[in-house]
């Protein structure tokens, strides 16, 4: 089945510097990728998502990119504040099973003041 | 407002007294599903439901029941709880129509079995 392996497990940037969270996938028929923020005491909600038809997509501070050939994929936070401090999973949409998702172990990113 | 709505929170209790935690959600979502999270291990899923009276199993499902008998509602059923369970756990709700949205958590519920 799927694999996602998640990289680093911790994080911490200055406030104001980019963070990089990376992602690599097992299966290369995995066609979504979404990435979440866990904030303490709240369940994972989705902040970006690609799909496999897509190199790069952005939203304001949050980019993610997706290489099909090397099955990895990547989040990337600029002008880093305070609130982005959470943990980040990101997941693959594993195509048996229809909507099953496979998460990496998550990132616990730290943005020091 | 579009929410997964698991109950309850947090809870305690002892190895062997059976429980249920509750999961609703108002988005008309045919899939929905369970997780456990776990320090270093993320999410890992439970058991999930494509529609009402259709469930599977995930990838972690040994000494867990659910069903499914109403859209809205997929609990999650632990018949004799074990120390091992004490988790983390998520409920998750999507849809499965066009193209296919991504997966609306629930709160969570902190459950640890003395």
């Known amino acids: 089945g799927e694999n996602v392996e998640q990289h680093p497990s911790t994080l911490s940037v200055q406030e104001g510097d980019s963070a990089v969270i990376k992602c690599t996938y097992s299966?290369?028929?995995?066609?979504?990728f979404p990435w979440y923020k866990q904030e303490l005491g709240k369940g994972p909600q989705l902040i970006i998502d690609?799909?496999?038809?897509?190199g790069e997509k952005k939203d304001q501070r949050i980019a993610v990119t997706l290489n099909k050939t090397a099955k990895h994929f990547s989040l990337h936070i600029t002008e880093t504040q305070p609130e982005d401090s959470a943990v980040y999973f990101c997941?693959?949409?594993?195509?048996?099973?229809?909507?099953?998702?496979?998460f990496g172990q998550g990132t616990r990113l730290t943005i020091n003041p | 407002e579009a929410q997964v709505t698991q109950n309850p929170r947090y809870l305690i209790t002892v190895t062997g007294k059976k429980l249920t935690v509750t999961c609703s959600q108002n988005m008309n979502h045919e899939y929905m599903s369970w997780y456990r999270q776990d320090p270093g291990l993320g999410l890992r899923q439970i058991y999930y439901s494509m529609n009402v009276e259709v469930t599977d199993k995930g990838d972690v499902p040994e000494g867990y029941k659910v069903s499914r008998k109403e859209k809205r509602n997929f609990p999650l059923i632990l018949e004799s709880p074990s120390p091992n369970q004490t988790s983390l756990y998520f409920c998750?709700?999507?849809?499965?129509?066009?193209?296919?949205?991504?997966?609306?958590f629930g709160q969570g519920t902190r459950l640890t079995v003395v």
């Open positions: 998750a709700s999507s849809s499965t129509r066009g193209r296919a949205s991504s997966a609306f």
């Open positions: 299966d290369s028929a995995s066609n979504y």
């Open positions: 997941a693959a949409r594993y195509l048996q099973g229809a909507q099953k998702l496979v």
């Open positions: 690609i799909r496999s038809n897509v």
